[in-house]
């Protein structure tokens, strides 16, 4: 009886792990199908642009300094 057991909980947990699998592979490859459909009409949006045409996506902000700021002068401390 022992034995038969340890069969039916082998079979078990290759039955579990397969099933689980085949799901994590379902999500997987939907996560992977939405990122290139994305990406797909990422590049026809880009391809609808007339020639010459510049859009900047990201700008820095840029630092501004002030003349009350004076000039920055690295020194060194001698004892």
Do not use: W
């Amino acid at each position: 009886m022992g034995v038969l057991k340890v069969i039916l909980i082998i079979i078990l947990v290759f039955y579990l792990l397969g099933f689980l699998f085949r799901f994590l592979l379902r999500r997987f490859f939907k996560k992977i199908q939405k990122q290139a459909t994305q990406f797909q009409q990422q590049q026809q949006n880009q391809q609808h642009r007339r020639e010459g045409e510049v859009i900047i996506d990201y700008s820095p902000k840029e630092k501004t300094y002030k003349k009350s700021d004076g000039e920055y002068v690295d020194y060194e401390e001698i004892k």
